[in-house]
């Protein structure tokens, strides 16, 4: 293995500039912040199919086509539907806001009239994780990837 690897020369004494350079490499603060989601693409089986369940089932709108793929989003996140093979286990899964518990309980009587895939069915509106404050509910599009819907702070 290499010595410098654990900031030392030969393993001697450490090698302080080494040392140094990389404390200030933990510690410096990039000079940006993230902003609201442009875009993200995800592999599916049949993108015009799934384009429509985005449409129908999140209010999504189409935003364009490309060869083997569409888009769709709203004004806060566009999502890129590839031909391909999906793979669900690669994201986990992926959040989206919403307002309020008032619309968070719509949201979810709307899924279940257009029988989407919830997860715990029965009760499904529940805490993000064990003692969180946020409160979610979970679904599954046409490839299987998870998605939820979640307020902060479950009011």
């Known amino acids: 293995m290499d010595d410098r690897a654990w900031g030392t020369k030969n393993n001697d004494l450490p090698d302080f500039n080494f040392l140094t350079s990389s404390l200030r490499c933990l510690f410096m603060k990039p000079p940006f912040t993230l902003g609201v989601v442009g875009h993200f693409g995800v592999a599916v089986r049949n993108p015009k199919q799934s384009a429509q369940w985005f449409q129908r089932v999140l209010g999504l709108r189409k935003e364009f086509e490309f060869e083997d793929g569409v888009a769709v989003g709203n004004e806060n996140v566009t999502i890129v ?75």
């Open 81 to 155: 539907l590839f031909k391909g093979r999906p793979s669900p286990e690669t994201i986990g899964h992926m959040s989206f806001h919403l307002p309020d518990m008032a619309t968070l309980r719509k949201a979810l009587a709307y899924l279940k009239k257009h029988d989407v895939d919830l997860e715990d069915p029965g009760d499904e509106i529940g805490p993000e994780a064990p003692g969180s404050p946020h409160m979610g509910l979970w679904l599954h599009d046409l490839d299987g990837y998870r998605w939820e819907l979640s307020v902060e702070g479950g009011k």
